[in-house]
């Protein structure tokens, strides 16, 4: 890969760098020292909304970028960008939803954080920050499959998707993780994060579940994360240079980044893929 002349890392969250139980990153640190060391930026890359990951970063100063809402809204140092559909749209289409059932309908944007805490287990502030979310919108309500396909109709009416997660329906629009990472790229060489040879860097991706499937493709590099609590791991990309980690979470996020920096500077005597 001595074609690339730098590499960018962009990883999931929740089950890959953050332990699915715990949400502690502790296991990943020594890799994330190294990738630190040798100046390879780390950027997020969440269904997580930009408060959330801007709490988070401001406690461990993990990330140099944030994606998130799964590639709606991005961030590079003061810059934001909202590649995922106007808040206003978001708000029309849940409003229409709930016009058109005859069962309660509220959401992450509409409701208190004290609904949305009871609703997730996350603490007061936490749920606070849940909320802020400017192109996604989780419903909270109790529907029937006519329900949801009646607000599915609805939601494609203005250009939107209505998404189950594991456990809320979503309103969101038609971006992903890979188009996401594709941005940020051209993001940090504008910004002199990544150098402007006009070479394409390295992409080195982590995930574990289907909505990280657009990134892992679109990677040089991907590394699937196994869940914690599957029995089995099924590769989420049909791709020969798809690598999984040998343990589910930080440890084997820690221990992919790892065997793939090992492999890289062995491979490049002068380290031309990490560094240029």
């Known amino acids: 890969m001595t074609e690339h002349s730098h590499c960018a890392i962009f990883t999931d969250l929740d089950g890959t760098l953050l332990d699915h139980d715990t949400y502690s ?21 969440s269904s997580k909304t930009l408060a959330e990951l801007s709490h988070i970063n401001a406690t461990d100063h993990l990330f140099d970028g944030l994606i998130g809402e799964n590639g709606g809204v991005i961030r590079l140092g003061d810059q934001t960008e909202q590649p995922g559909p106007a808040t206003e749209t978001i708000d029309a289409a849940r409003d229409a939803i709930r016009a058109a059932l005859s069962i309660p309908v509220a959401s992450f ?38 329900d949801v396909t009646t607000a599915r109709t609805i939601a494609e009416t203005f250009g939107l998707k209505l998404v189950k997660g594991g456990r809320f329906h979503t309103l969101c629009g038609p971006t992903d993780k890979g188009a996401a990472m594709a941005r940020m790229l051209k993001l940090l060489a504008k910004n002199g994060v990544l150098p402007s040879t006009g070479l394409t860097p390295c992409t080195i991706a982590l995930g574990d579940s289907a909505n990280d499937a657009t990134m892992l493709a679109a990677a040089d590099f991907p590394i699937q994360i196994p869940q914690k609590h599957a ?3 099924t590769a989420l990309i049909q791709d ?35 560094h240029g």
């Not at 990153?25 to 890359?45: C, D, N």
């Not at 944007?109 to 989780?138: V, Y």
């Not at 020969?240 to 979470?249: D, N, R, V």
């Open 25 to 45: 990153w502790a296991p990943a640190a020594p890799a994330i020292e190294r990738i630190k060391k040798l100046g390879i930026p780390l950027i997020a890359i």
């Open 240 to 274: 020969q240079k798809l690598i999984i980690a040998p343990e589910p979470g930080p440890s084997g996020w820690n221990a992919g980044i790892n065997a793939l920096l090992d492999q890289l500077t062995n491979t490049n005597n002068k380290s031309e893929v990490l």
């Open 109 to 146: 944007r509409s409701t208190s954080p004290e609904i949305i805490a009871a609703q997730t287990g996350l603490s007061p502030d936490d749920a606070a920050r849940a909320g802020r979310r400017h192109c996604s919108d989780p419903l909270i309500w109790a529907p029937t499959d006519k």
């Open 231 to 233: 029995s089995t791991t």
